[in-house]
């Protein structure tokens, strides 16, 4: 028996009563498709989904339902992928260089550096892997599945029972019932369905949601022969998000098997965000730096003195002392260690780590209003005819519809409007109704419609619609004139902090067999339903912190702009003029950009409208995050520099957040610390990459001169890179450094041409240093007839030691310390990594690896000048570093 074609379009044939993962999909041409009840059969699976023993069986069989990038990478793997990294990648072509020319110290010293440094980053993203998988447990995603409990007998005979299980257990045959906002959490065939709309994004590239509906025997009309997987209305793939409507559905592939795997794209696929881009801005100014470093030496000493290959080891190891080694180690450090520090401290759980520094590095936060500013729990405040006269029957209308809407889904999805509504209403009242059929609430319609047989009269049935004041009013039957006024009425009611909805009706005979958004017209109006929604206690409070730490908030929600208006008003947060999003369509994209920079609240948005205005605000140069908690919320939650959601978000909206808020109560207020605890680690990244390059650069300028003026190479190739080892070895210290305070009062952006800027002036500043020590060595120690190349090397050495630990002091802690004027003199890790930095530069010569490093004793004259030097150094780089911090 044919059963199908998966996914990746393999046919499969299975006689067995189950067949292989990956050959459940129906075939996408040739053969005939199974009917719906073959494909379960062929799942060895039924109506009432697996036993208990069976799924154990399947799960033991088929494994966790993971897709294969989000499983922990092994060690061997780590290390591979260590050697992919850029700047792993040149050191190594440098040690290839080094050893074709037989220079095997430095080939050596590279190995060593980049094994230290591969061993060290596969080791730190092993931890940070192991804490984020524990703290992507904390708030792990369940589906829904029916499974049938054993009976006495021990075959699983008992009634299914509905239980919501992680959605790692799932194995193909379970039945699982779909909901809006849950994740399709494997590729699955629908069995049956209610308005089931599934956005498939991910996969497609297109945002609009799409239909989804049981096909029995596939090949009818509405579903062509020949057509793709995603035009087959009755699959679901794993990493779409159902955003209205309903169903149960049956897995046919998990893990591995699921489009989603063979796609390698999906839920984790995004637009670089803040920090991917400063990451890749500021590897490739340096690998390029590297690339040309060791010609551009070669040939000035081919022009100046006419050697040649000879001084390629040199070359090469000034080319490696520009490498920030240590860059992926302290980053993944910086990063795992504020994650577990904000989970345990404040319960907020960071999914993807880079998503920390944006945290640090976001400028505007856009939140939606509904369950987020307000509490989600509104109560409703009566029910008003068109008049403004109170009107129950509204009210009852707007039940009847929340009622069927709710009952004639396969997974009801509890939504508070509609919870409000029937707590204020008749409920005896509501069952005497007999159902027909439901369009369920969506938020691009913004619309749901029941079906009931007309009460009292036979042959017809009526369409109750409730939904926002203009979609509804748009498709009454009403005069032009008489619309304005209702929508002026609905205004003054919203201009009250009133939440409203419209109801209205239409009777339609019946013998219509089913029911379609088209037939939402041609309606008689009826009333609004006016609800009351409080504001949530902590919302004040974090709004006004936000406006501290520098963060511009915009409200982004569905609602209508009066109420969202004075929603805000009550925060003490000035609207100003709301926008609705249908102005926003009219708009150039450069229009656009500059019309929701100016915004703080924009109405009436959908879906698509919050994420274009997130888009927007990305383009214009704002480091971007959405907080929000509803299916409406995802696509702005993805485009998003960092995307946040509350524990109580809907499945969808917390597995497509970057950040999620697991404290008990709504606290918004854990966004500060999250922010605070983003800048903690953006900070001390910036603050080791300022320090580690600026230091670097000046080294290479000091040794590119000094290899031209002299007679012989400054310092032997493996005392570069032994000093280099030493320097990467302290800046793990930033790591665990507390940044300076400013560095917490404003988003901490740092862009590679400011990061360029910033390293020129103090590298150059460093290379003066380095040669006034270069000179003084030149005609004091070495002397001018002198011909202890050692004693010039061991003085350098040990000079570029102590001004690298003067930089790590001075331009980190020592900007701390400018900014408390003299208060909070503890050193700090970094301090105490320069204190051993500058220990290791004076005792090393003097160690008996002095002299297999070709080091010697240096003159006791010698350091004293050196203090000399140093201190000069000290006091210019203080008064930059003050200029610099007036000015940031
Ligand atoms: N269950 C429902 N039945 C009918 N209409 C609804 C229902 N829920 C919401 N609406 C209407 O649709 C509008 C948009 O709803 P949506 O869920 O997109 O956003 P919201 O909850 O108002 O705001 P936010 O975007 O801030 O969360 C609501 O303002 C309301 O008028």
């Known amino acids: 028996m044919v059963v199908g074609q998966g996914p990746r379009g393999t046919t499969a044939s299975a006689s067995t009563t189950e067949a292989e993962p990956g050959s459940r999909l129906t075939a996408v041409s040739g053969a005939a498709e199974p009917t719906a009840l073959q494909a379960l059969r062929a799942l060895g699976s039924g109506p009432r989904g697996l036993s208990e023993q069976e799924a154990e069986r399947r799960l033991t069989r088929y494994g966790e339902n ?11 793997r780590r290390l591979v992928r260590g050697l992919k990294d850029p700047f792993t990648a040149v050191l190594l072509v440098l040690g290839l260089v080094s050893a074709a020319v037989a220079s095997w110290g430095t080939a050596v010293v590279i190995t060593v550096l980049v094994a230290v440094s591969c061993l060290l980053r596969a080791g730190g993203e092993m931890r940070a892997d192991r804490a984020m998988a524990g703290l992507r447990d904390l708030v792990a995603t369940t589906a829904t599945v029916l499974r049938r409990p054993e009976d006495e007998s021990g075959a699983g ?4 029972v509905a239980r919501e299980l992680p959605v790692d257990q799932l194995v193909p045959g379970d039945v699982v019932q779909l ?9 699955v065939r629908v069995m049956r369905g209610s308005g089931l709309r599934v956005r498939e994004a991910a996969f497609t590239g297109e945002s609009v949601a799409v239909k989804k509906y049981p096909v029995d025997a596939p090949h009818s009309p509405s579903q062509p022969e020949g057509a793709g997987a995603f035009d087959r209305p009755y699959l679901c793939f794993q990493g779409s998000s159902v955003v209205a409507g309903g169903g149960t559905a049956v897995v046919v592939a998990t893990g591995s098997d699921t489009r989603l795997a063979a796609a390698h794209t999906g839920i984790s696929a995004r637009a670089a965000g803040s920090f991917d881009r400063l990451v890749h801005g500021v590897s490739w100014i340096l690998v390029r730096f590297m690339l040309l470093t060791p010609p551009l030496v070669l040939m000035a000493n081919a022009a100046l003195r006419g050697q040649g290959l000879e001084t390629l080891p040199f070359a090469v190891a000034v080319a490696v002392a520009l490498t920030p080694e240590m860059l992926p180690v302290v980053v993944t450090t910086c990063l795992a260690r504020g994650a577990s520090l904000l989970a345990r401290d404040h319960r907020a759980i960071v999914r993807r780590l880079p998503a920390l520094h944006d945290l640090g590095a976001m400028d505007v936060l856009c939140l939606d209003k509904t369950g987020t500013l307000t509490q989600d729990r509104p109560l409703v405040g009566g029910s008003v005819d068109g008049m403004g006269r109170e009107d129950p029957e509204v009210l009852q209308w707007a039940a009847v519809n929340a009622w069927w809407t709710l009952q004639l889904a396969d997974l009801p ?11 204020a209403a008749d409920e005896g009242e509501l069952v005497t109704c007999e159902p027909v059929a439901a369009l369920p609430f969506d938020p691009v319609r913004r619309l749901a419609t029941a079906v009931v047989r007309t009460p009292g009269r036979l042959g017809t049935n009526t369409l109750i619609v409730k939904g926002s004041i203009e979609a509804v009013l748009e498709r009454c039957v009403l005069p032009d004139a008489e619309r304005q006024r209702l929508n002026a009425r609905a205004a003054s009611h919203a201009a009250d902090g009133l939440r409203l909805l419209a109801v209205a009706t239409v009777e339609r005979p019946t013998g219509q067999r089913s029911y379609t958004p088209a037939d939402e017209r041609g309606l008689t109006f009826r009333g609004f339903v006016l609800l009351r929604d409080a504001v949530t206690d902590s919302a004040a409070a974090a709004l006004c912190d936000l406006a501290e730490r520098g963060v511009s908030v915009k409200v982004l929600t569905g609602d209508h702009p009066g109420t969202a208006a004075r929603a805000c008003r009550d925060l003490g947060f000035e609207p100003g003029e709301v926008l609705t999003a249908e102005r926003l369509d009219a708009l150039s994209e450069a229009d656009l950009a500059a019309a929701v920079s100016r915004a703080s609240v924009i109405a009436r948005c959908t879906p698509e409208h919050k994420a274009r205005v997130v888009s927007a605000l990305r383009r214009a140069g704002h480091t971007t995050g959405f907080l929000g908690d509803g299916v409406n919320d995802l696509p702005a939650l993805r485009a998003a520099d960092v995307g946040i959601g509350p524990r109580d978000a809907v499945p969808v909206a917390r597995e497509g957040a970057d950040v999620v808020l697991a404290g008990r109560e709504k606290d918004l207020t854990a966004i500060g610390h999250a922010i605070t605890t983003g800048r903690y680690a953006s900070g001390n990244i910036a603050a080791y990459l300022r ?4 230091s670097n650069l000046g080294n290479v300028i000091a040794m590119l001169t000094a290899g031209v003026l002299l007679p012989f190479l400054p310092m032997l190739p493996t005392q570069v890179l032994v000093q280099n080892l030493c320097f990467d070895a302290a800046q793990l210290a930033f790591a665990y450094d507390r940044p300076r305070p400013t560095v917490l009062r404003r988003p901490t952006t740092l862009n590679a041409r400011d ?8 590298g150059v500043l460093n290379a003066l240093a380095d040669l006034a020590t270069f000179g003084l060595l030149t005609l004091a120690v070495y002397g001018p007839g002198g011909d202890d190349e050692a004693v010039f090397h061991t003085g350098w050495f040990t000079e570029n030691m102590l001004t690298q630990a003067l930089v790590m002091v001075l331009l980190h802690t020592g900007r701390r310390a400018a900014e408390h ?3 909070n003199r503890a050193l700090g890790p970094v301090g105490w990594a320069a204190a051993l930095l500058a220990v290791i530069g004076v005792l090393l010569p003097l160690s008996p690896f002095g002299p297999p490093l070709g080091m010697t004793s240096l003159p006791q004259a010698y350091y004293a000048q050196l203090i000399a030097v140093l201190a000069l150094y000290a006091v210019a780089l203080t008064a930059l570093v003050r200029r610099e911090a007036e000015h940031v």
Not at 66 to 76: D, M
């Open 66 to 76: 993971v897709p294969p990038s989000l499983r922990p990478l092994s060690w061997p």
């Open 157 to 160: 005979g008992a009634a299914p």
């Open 179 to 187: 909901g809006a906002g849950d994740l399709v959490p494997a590729d």
């Open 413 to 423: 999805v509890p939504d508070p409007l509609d919870e409000a509504i029937l707590a």
């Open 691 to 694: 320090v580690t390059l600026s």
């Open 755 to 762: 990061l360029l800027t910033f390293i020129t002036r103090f």
């Open 821 to 823: 004027r003299g208060r």
